[in-house]
């Protein structure tokens, strides 16, 4: 561990030399990189700076209890070997997660498509609840919302609605929301006052750059029609909204949200572009799926991931069998215990590959 540690160490400080150098400032697109890259590794370098010192420390303190006669100093020597050892131990520990390879589409943007399932009106109004959920989550990391496209449902809510959120590490956080979401409550419809069961699905895709996939134009075929629901003027008088259809794969992507054909046309691409990525991505996901159950909602969305139970206040993640009496709160947007807690069962079960695989 300490030579990997060195050996990053050593990258650090190259980084550091390269953005000092005056040359750097000339080329703003790799200094940029670097500048990220130095921010990515300073964590693990401040724990191996950490880390030798307690090895120096530990080294010093032994020699001390080979050498020393007088009990007194002798007993403060044991004390802190015993104290040094625990932040030795607790220190790897936390190093070994650091050295975990980070999974590079877990820095990309998102895009996410959320549909009603099982449960006729009450899924698409709790299609529109996840919406509110994630919005409000967005809003409160500082991420920016993009909607693309949506189908209202007939009592409110969400038949579909499939939107981009932008913003830093936005896959690596929201991936693990993609599956089956299930809700149990009385409907607003329900006079009798029965709990009724519905669902809705959450798919979460890492939003694929022109350079991870080619798209051929030839491949695609391109339609225009007028859009529909709220808009102004221009609803049902201009064809601004685009259906995009890749043919080898037979993919639709629609988007109506801008008045603008051509920004239409260009938040389509990216979906569309996205889509035929996670093709590919998706034998990945398959893969690791089988090995970690944090993300078997990912490599199979028709999984079901997590219930939010109304009359109890609960809301229980199946994957870590973690349950939460709090469901107001996570509905409101405040997630991030929920994904903690999936983000660090993904790190032990990744954590364990890497030491099968040593």
Not at 114 to 126: K, L, M, Q, T, Y
Not at 289 to 304: E, F, L
Not at 313 to 321: A, C, K, P, S, Y
Request: aromatic share 8%; glycine share 6%.
């Amino acid at each position: 561990m300490l030579d990997k540690l060195e050996g990053i160490y050593q990258r650090y400080k190259k980084i550091e030399e390269e953005m000092n150098d005056p040359s750097a400032m000339s080329d703003m697109k790799r200094y940029i990189k670097l500048n990220k890259d130095h921010k990515e590794l300073q964590p693990i370098v401040e724990a191996y700076h950490t880390y030798r010192d307690i090895l120096g420390n530990l080294e010093s303190t032994h020699e001390i209890l080979k050498t020393e006669k007088e009990s007194d100093f002798r007993e403060m020597a044991r004390d802190e070997m015993e104290k040094l050892s625990s932040e030795k131990e607790q220190l790897e520990e936390e190093i070994r997660y650091m050295l975990i390879p980070a999974d590079p589409q877990d820095k990309k943007n998102a895009i996410v498509e959320i549909r009603a399932g099982a449960g006729g009106d009450e899924a698409s109004i709790f299609a529109g609840d996840l919406y509110r959920m994630y919005s409000r989550y967005c809003e409160n990391k500082k991420w920016k919302i993009e909607p693309v496209s949506e189908t209202e449902g007939t009592a409110g809510g969400f038949k579909e609605i499939v939107f981009n959120v932008t913003g830093e590490k936005v896959y690596g956080r929201l991936k693990f929301e993609s599956g089956v979401h299930r809700v149990q409550r009385v409907p607003k419809t329900e006079t009798q006052g029965r709990v009724h069961t519905s669902a809705a699905s959450v798919v979460v895709l890492p939003e694929a750059e022109e350079f991870d996939v080619e798209v051929k134009q030839e491949d695609i075929r391109k339609d225009t029609y007028c859009s529909s629901g709220p808009g102004g003027q221009s609803v049902n008088t201009t064809y601004s909204a685009i259906r995009l259809t890749h043919v080898p794969t037979n993919i639709v992507v629609t988007c109506q949200d801008q008045k603008s054909q051509i920004k239409n046309y260009e938040k389509a691409m990216r979906v569309l572009r996205s889509r035929i990525y996670e093709m590919e991505y998706k034998k990945y996901l398959d893969d690791i799926s089988s090995k970690r159950k944090t993300m078997v909602s990912t490599g199979d969305r028709s999984a079901k991931i997590r219930t939010y139970n109304w009359p109890q206040g609960r809301v229980t993640d199946h994957r870590i069998n973690l349950t939460i009496y709090n469901l107001q709160s996570i509905i409101d947007g405040n997630i991030d215990e929920l994904i903690d807690q999936l983000q660090l069962a993904e790190n032990a079960e990744r954590l364990k590959e890497e030491l099968a695989d040593t």
